[in-house]
T-cell receptor, first 111, second 115 residues
């Protein structure tokens, strides 16, 4: 799997957009970018994934740079319940696979 | 069931005792994974089951750790002669196939404390 680099922590005011960056400069052409989050005392939860186009769902938006070497997860209107650790994972889709979760970014949303 | 179920949710055991942790995956999910998460750390892969294939045990930290799964149903993770460094949250996840990471669903984990 391509290595990803994320800042260890970030904070954001409630109601504002939270922009979480991820660097994956060694990503290969068939690797997707996945985002998961882990709220305290729970298992990680899938958020969104993409290959090269920007993606949006009810939870977040994913912006992938044209060269695919970095991406940004956007929570458009962060709430206190979005406080969690966010994991960026790069992996091919299909085949035998064991996802690797690093330390991620600890996002704290404050009032 | 609707999600991945793990039991017990919390377990306190004395050093040297054996413990057994249970995972009920989502019905129909062929792949099942066990991870360990120590306080403030990322997830550490332990073992992976895919259907009736031989499990990938490459992440098990020692021979005190073992896991079983019957077909595509329940899995149990057993830790023998527990040590204090085994204290962690043990997470189970299942997915409908090995490749679809977006279909990857975790349970809430078992918090193991060895005293």
């Amino acid at each position: 799997d391509a290595k990803t680099t994320q800042p260890p922590s970030m904070d954001c005011a409630e109601g504002r957009a939270a922009n979480l960056p991820c660097n994956h400069s060694t990503i290969s052409g068939n690797e997707y970018v996945y985002w998961y989050r882990q709220i305290h005392s729970q298992g990680p939860q899938y958020i969104i994934h993409g290959l090269k186009n920007n993606e949006t769902n009810e939870m977040a938006s994913l912006i992938i740079t044209e060269d695919r070497k970095s991406s940004t997860l956007i929570l458009p209107h962060a709430t206190l319940r979005d406080t969690a650790v966010y994991y960026c994972i790069v992996r091919v889709s299909g085949g035998s696979y064991i996802p690797t979760f690093g330390r991620g970014t600890s996002l704290i949303v404050h009032p | 069931g609707a999600g991945v179920s793990q039991s017990p949710s919390n377990k306190v055991t004395e050093k040297g005792k054996d413990v057994e942790l249970r995972c009920d995956p989502i019905s129909g999910h062929t792949a099942l994974y066990w991870y360990r998460q120590r306080l403030g750390q990322g997830l550490e892969f332990l073992i992976y089951f895919q259907g009736n294939s031989a499990p990938d045990k490459s992440g098990l930290p020692s021979d005190r750790f073992s896991a079983e799964r019957t077909g595509e149903s329940v899995s149990t993770l057993t830790i023998q002669r527990t040590q204090q460094e085994d204290s962690a949250v043990y997470l189970c996840a299942s997915s409908p196939t090995t490749g679809a990471l977006y279909g990857y669903t975790f349970g809430s984990g078992t918090r193991l404390t060895v005293v």
